[in-house]
């Protein structure tokens, strides 16, 4: 099993950075993609960024340019580098891992932009 923890969350203001950080431990050998999510106040839960096998992460269009995800080579930490925050990307951040075992997900993280 797969456990996570979010940190790097905090209220900022329009404009504004945060770096969020997910550690992770457990059995990281059949790791098959990781992302950050998030969930806004009433509505669903939405996918920000992902890292695959593939060369490039993918985005949600309303982040893309301004958010970006990495992880250490050793995929036990995941960072989204957030940039030009907006008030729309208040919302509770969560970290995933997707497994050939099924999905892990942190206990998540509160953003809030606000002047």
């Known amino acids: 099993q797969v456990h996570l923890v979010e940190s790097g969350g905090g209220l900022v203001q329009p404009g504004g950075s945060l770096r969020l950080t997910c550690t992770a431990s457990?059995?990281?050998?059949?790791?098959?993609?990781i992302g950050w999510h998030r969930q806004a106040p009433q509505k669903e839960r939405e996918m920000v960024a992902i890292?695959?096998?593939?060369?490039?992460?993918l985005y949600a269009g309303s982040v893309k340019g301004r958010f970006t995800i990495s992880r250490d080579n050793d995929k036990s930490t995941v960072y989204l580098q957030m940039n030009s925050l907006k008030p729309e990307d208040t919302a509770v951040y969560y970290c995933?891992?997707?497994?050939?075992?099924?999905?892990?997900w942190g206990q998540g993280t509160q953003v809030t932009v606000s002047s």
């Open positions: 995933n891992f997707h497994t050939s075992q099924g999905d892990a």
């Open positions: 457990g059995s990281l050998d059949r790791v098959i993609s």
């Open positions: 890292l695959t096998a593939a060369p490039t992460p």
